[in-house]
C-alpha cells in the first residue's frame, strides 16, 4: 500500500517476462496457480470453455501461460452466476475474433433482476419467518413443558398459501423433487 504522507508512487520499471511465464504448464500446475483441480481443467476442457491443450511426449497436457488468465477468467465469471453453457457460447464468439460484450451486459442484467426477485422473496419470508417465531414464542410460553404446541399446524392455519409458494429455504432441485410432489399430492 502507497503511503501518501511520503509521496510514494509505484516504480515504473518495464517487467519482461521470465522463462516461469512464457513455459507451457502442466495440469498440476495450472491448477494449483489458478486455484482449481486438475479435474476442473478437464471438465473446462470437455465443455469448451478451456481450449485443448497440446501434449508432451509423454502424454501430459501443457497449457500456454494465457490459460491461467482464461481460468481466472472463467471462475469469475462463474462466481457472479454465468452458467457453463453461457460462458461455452461467450468464450467461442471471443476465440472466433467476435465481440459477445453486448450479449455479456444482457446476461449480467438478467442476473441482477433474479437476485432482486430473490431478494424480494427473501424479504417476505423473513418477514413471514419472523412473525412465526412470535406466535411461536406466545405458544410456548402457553403451553406446559412436555406438551405439544402445534406449532408448524399453527404456520399452516396462518399461511395456508404457503405450500403453493416456493420457499427461497429450498433449491430448484428440491422444490421439484419427486419427494415434495408426492407429498403435494397427499395434501390434496
Known amino acids: 500500500m502507497l503511503d501518501p504522507g511520503t509521496r510514494s508512487r509505484p516504480d515504473t520499471f518495464n517487467v519482461t ?3 516461469s511465464d512464457t513455459r507451457p504448464l502442466r495440469s498440476g500446475e495450472l491448477a494449483r ?3 482449481v483441480s486438475p479435474d476442473t481443467l478437464r471438465h473446462y476442457e470437455r465443455r469448451g470453455l478451456l481450449p485443448r491443450p497440446e501434449r508432451s511426449a509423454a502424454g501430459y497436457r501443457l497449457y500456454s501461460p494465457e490459460a491461467l488468465r482464461r481460468v481466472r ?5 462463474l462466481s457472479i452466476g454465468f452458467s457453463v ?3 461455452g457460447a461467450i468464450l467461442a464468439d471471443r476465440d472466433h475474433g467476435r465481440a459477445p460484450c453486448r450479449r455479456v451486459r444482457a446476461l449480467a442484467a438478467n442476473k441482477l433482476a ?4 430473490q431478494l424480494r422473496t427473501l424479504r417476505l419470508w ?4 419472523r412473525t412465526a417465531l412470535t406466535d411461536w414464542d406466545r405458544r410456548l410460553r402457553a403451553t406446559p413443558r412436555g406438551k405439544r404446541a402445534g406449532l408448524l399446524d399453527a404456520f399452516v ?3 395456508p398459501k404457503s405450500p403453493e409458494r416456493s420457499s427461497p429455504l429450498l433449491t430448484p432441485n428440491l422444490r421439484k423433487s419427486k419427494v ?3 407429498e403435494r399430492k397427499c395434501e390434496k
Open 73 to 77: 477468467l472463467i471462475r469469475g465469471a
Open 180 to 182: 415434495l410432489r408426492e
Open 85 to 87: 453453457n453461457e460462458l
Open 157 to 159: 392455519v396462518a399461511h
Open 33 to 35: 496457480r489458478a486455484g
Open 126 to 129: 423473513r418477514r413471514e419467518l
Open 114 to 117: 433474479a437476485v432482486e426477485r
Open 17 to 19: 517476462p521470465t522463462a
